[in-house]
């Protein structure tokens, strides 16, 4: 089994950044994809963005590029989202995961295992 703890969420306003981590424990990420997703209030859980094993690969959903970065660090078995320029449409819980696809992928059932989410709200 894999565990996945976010951290690093909370309330900013409109323009500002935030980091989230997340710590994974248990069994090795080795060669896993790893992804964030977020889930704003009625809506349906979305792909942000994903990273491959040795983190030269990276995607991203259109409405984050240019202004959230991934990035992971395989030794301490953490990743991270830095988002800067936050708008209220950022609003979300913000979820970690991880999977056994051989490649970066955004689709929400190619993923395995995820964390409990971290609450992030952007005020206008």
């Known amino acids: 089994q894999v565990q996945l703890v976010e951290s690093g969420g909370g309330l900013v306003q409109a323009g500002g950044s935030l980091r989230l981590s997340c710590a994974a424990s248990?069994?090795?990420?080795?060669?896993?994809?790893m992804g964030w997703f977020r889930q704003g209030p009625g809506k349906e859980r979305e792909f942000v963005a994903a990273i491959n094993w040795i983190g030269d690969t990276t995607q991203y959903a259109d409405s984050v590029k240019g202004r959230f970065t991934i990035s992971r660090d395989s030794a301490k078995n953490t990743m991270y989202l830095q988002m800067n320029s936050l708008k209220p449409e950022d609003t979300a819980v913000y979820y970690c995961a991880a999977t056994s696809a051989l490649y970066v992928t955004a689709r929400v059932a190619e993923y395995n295992y995820w964390g409990q989410g971290t609450q992030v709200t952007v005020s206008s």
């Open positions: 248990g069994r090795t990420l080795f060669n896993r994809v």
